[in-house]
């Protein structure tokens, strides 16, 4: 990828499909993912 906008848009369509489970399946660091509650996140 050269960073043209056609690639970009190409890995933009890949991670969309990737993260809607179209393209890859989920696996078991997925299966029991919970969501980070705000005391968990630290900036800084």
Same mark, same amino acid.
């Given at each position: 990828?050269?960073? %043209? ?11 969309? #499909?990737?993260?809607?489970? /179209?393209?890859? %399946? ?11 509650? #705000?005391?968990?996140?630290? /900036?800084?």
């Amino acid at each position: 990828m050269s960073g %043209a906008l056609d690639d970009l848009l190409t890995l933009r369509r890949l991670l969309d #499909d990737a993260g809607g489970g /179209i393209y890859m %399946a989920p696996n078991a660091a997925d299966w029991g993912f919970e969501p980070y509650k #705000d005391d968990e996140i630290v /900036i800084g």
